[in-house]
């Protein structure tokens, strides 16, 4: 079991960025980590996945170029950062948590740990 939450959001203009942060408590060794978004209305959607070790990531389509996912596992952390943010990335925001990167990227919302989400609103 592991215990998420989210920081860092609020509001900001198109164009500017936002560093999300995650911090984990619990059974973290060796597991992947992740983000994901949900806007009103829509469902929750994959957004960044990392690996315990950093080497590898993975990102929606829709991000790459401008988010980047990291982690500090000496402080059970992950961050999301998010630059030239548009205003369609507007969401809640959530962590999640995995044995693989591809266990976090296909985690469905009723299974797994996940936090209380941050919410991000980019204005135009």
């Known amino acids: 079991q592991v215990q998420l939450v989210e920081s860092g959001g609020g509001l900001v203009q198109a164009g500017d960025s936002l560093r999300l942060s995650c911090s984990a408590r619990g059974r973290t060794f060796g597991y992947a980590m992740g983000w994901f978004r949900q806007a009103p209305g829509k469902e929750r959607e994959f957004v960044a996945a990392i690996n315990y070790s950093g080497g590898t990531t993975r990102y929606v389509d829709s991000v790459k170029g401008r988010f980047t996912i990291s982690r500090d596992n000496a402080k059970n952390t992950n961050y999301l950062q998010m630059n030239s943010l548009k205003p369609e990335d507007t969401a809640v925001y959530y962590c999640?948590?995995?044995?693989?990167?591809?266990?976090?990227?296909?985690?469905?919302?009723?299974?797994?740990?996940w936090g209380q989400g941050t919410q991000v609103t980019v204005s135009s």
């Open positions: 999640t948590s995995g044995s693989t990167v591809d266990t976090v990227a296909t985690m469905r919302p009723q299974f797994g740990s």
